[in-house]
């Protein structure tokens, strides 16, 4: 019995919950037979067409006042300095609120030939003519989202219009709700959609090289450098007859790259780089376990002079020697990072640790070396004398 009631009690929540979520505020005013509610009512649809024809007629012309989006909070936390958004409609002396109807705007009939829709421009020019007249409703579609300005168009348009026909009944409301509550529905989770990768470029030679990278520039080391291209990768003859030796060359419209590697005591090294037949040198070196590939985020080679350098961004390479094994050589290794294991943060924080141990060990050698007195004066007696020697 206990658990039948927690969980009719547990439903209700869900849907009043569900209901909100849905629902949007409405103000009411103008005749003067408008019914005051609770403020904390909540009106279904067929509820809300209720109240409206209980105070429209044949001899009512309805306006009607469409935000895209509104909220109760909007309404209560719309600030111009310390005044609200809303003075107009604060200052109203008659009013109805309703903080949660749902779809106030079914309960009018757009295809009725008295239903005319109309859009406010932020100007306040109407898109078309609007006549007063007894039994019509004009909805009036707000454009933007400036609570204060549609606050002095929605002043002037009722007055304008109460000057021309007196009975006139002005709803405030909007579409859709601009706060979303939370609710107790359970959701499924579903992972996110990964982040699409770069257009990475990618060339191989069959079972002895492979490099991705995702972008190529070269140029002066003082000006912005340009994108370059590659459209083949071959294996070349290198000048030595080592076997530990490869030589790669990258061919393109922008150029000629060429790649010298050398395999020694179970690791490889990139020995040298050339690039439209300028050597370019690696500020750090490249060297690798034998089996690993080599990626960096940035591999950036410079002329001797200094005065220009090639770039990779975000490149991965790998060279591959037949006598490794008859396997085939199809994919990356795992990666060898060019960042450092130790960061210039890292030796920072080490050098300020060592300054605090050095401090507090000085300090506690300190304090150890403060001996107690072993005499004390007593103050009947004679006085104590320390000599010098003591």
């Not at 629902?23 to 009512?41: C, E, N």
């Not at 419209?253 to 005591?265: E, I, K």
């Not at 080679?301 to 770039?311: A, N, P, Q, S």
């Not at 150890?368 to 006085?383: F, V």
Request: charged residues 20%; aromatic residues 12%; hydrophobic residues 35%.
């Amino acid at each position: 019995m206990m658990s039948n009631c927690v969980l009719a009690v547990l439903c209700l929540v869900v849907t009043l919950i569900c209901v909100q979520a849905s629902d949007v505020p409405v103000f009411i005013w103008g005749k003067p037979s408008v019914t005051y509610v609770p403020a904390l009512s909540q009106y279904k649809t067929s509820e809300f067409s209720a109240l409206i024809e209980s105070q429209s007629g044949a001899d009512t012309f309805t306006l009607v006042f469409v935000e895209d989006s509104l909220s109760s909070e909007d309404l209560s936390q719309c600030k111009l300095g310390t005044q609200t958004c809303f003075r107009n409609l604060a200052n109203l002396n008659r009013k109805s609120y309703l903080p949660n109807v749902q779809n106030p705007l079914d309960t009018f009939d757009v295809e009725d030939k008295n239903v005319q829709i109309v859009k406010v421009s932020e100007d306040g020019t109407l898109s078309e003519r609007v006549t007063p007249k007894g039994g019509a409703v004009v909805i009036l579609n707000l454009q933007g989202d400036d609570f204060a300005s549609h606050d002095a168009l929605i002043d002037n348009l009722y007055n304008r219009f109460r000057a021309e026909f007196d009975k006139t009944l002005a709803i405030y409301t909007a579409k859709t709700p601009s706060f979303s509550y939370p609710t107790l529905i359970r959701q499924r989770r579903q992972a996110k959609q990964d982040t699409p990768q770069p257009d990475m470029k990618t060339f191989t030679v069959e079972n002895t090289f492979i490099i991705a990278y995702e972008k190529f520039s070269a140029g002066a080391s003082d000006q912005d450098i340009t994108e370059v291209s590659f459209n083949k990768i071959d294996k070349t003859d290198s000048n030595s007859s080592d076997p530990g030796t490869l030589q790669i060359e990258l061919n393109g419209p922008g150029g000629v790259l060429v790649f010298n590697f050398l395999l020694s005591q179970g690791s490889w090294q990139i020995v040298g780089v050339k690039f439209d037949n300028t050597d370019y040198h690696l500020r750090h070196r490249v060297d690798v376990n034998q089996h690993f590939s080599y990626h960096c985020n940035r591999l950036e080679y410079f002329t001797v002079d200094g005065k220009k350098r090639i770039l990779f961004e975000e490149v991965q390479l790998q060279p591959h020697w037949e006598s490794e094994g008859t396997e085939k050589f199809t994919r990356f290794g795992d990666a060898w990072d060019c960042i450092g294991f130790t960061s210039p943060g890292i030796l920072t924080g080490l050098f300020l640790v060592a300054i605090f141990i050095f401090i507090g060990a000085y300090g506690i050698t300190w304090m150890m070396d403060i001996r107690t007195m072993d005499r004390y004066d007593d103050p009947k007696g004679k006085t104590i004398i320390v000599s010098a020697a003591e």
